[in-house]
């Protein structure tokens, strides 16, 4: 999820050839009610952003694993791992 509009994100879907859409939340409230937006810290300078996370949530709704601190290299084969 992001917090870019829902044309952002279609414009980089179709760029990208991804064949699902991204969730867009411009108002931040799904964001905000997940810990993913927040304060960050970088060079010394505070700011709110995106907070790298993601959430494995099963088919009733119900979170399973929070990820925090995504590494984006290896992240995709540890969510492969937790659901095979």
């Given at each position: 999820m992001s917090a870019d509009s829902v044309q952002k994100q279609?414009?980089?879907?179709?760029?990208?050839?991804?064949s699902y859409p991204i969730l867009a939340d411009e108002t931040k409230e799904t964001l905000k009610a997940y810990g993913a937006w927040g304060?960050?810290?970088?060079?010394?300078?505070?700011?709110?952003g995106i907070i790298r996370c993601s959430f494995l949530i099963n088919e009733e709704g119900i979170v399973e694993k929070v990820y925090d601190k995504v590494k984006t290299k290896?992240?995709?084969?540890?969510?492969?791992?937790?659901?095979?």
């Amino acid at each position: 999820m992001s917090a870019d509009s829902v044309q952002k994100q279609k414009n980089f879907c179709d760029k990208q050839n991804f064949s699902y859409p991204i969730l867009a939340d411009e108002t931040k409230e799904t964001l905000k009610a997940y810990g993913a937006w927040g304060v960050k810290k970088m060079y010394g300078r505070e700011y709110e952003g995106i907070i790298r996370c993601s959430f494995l949530i099963n088919e009733e709704g119900i979170v399973e694993k929070v990820y925090d601190k995504v590494k984006t290299k290896s992240h995709a084969k540890e969510i492969l791992s937790d659901i095979g």
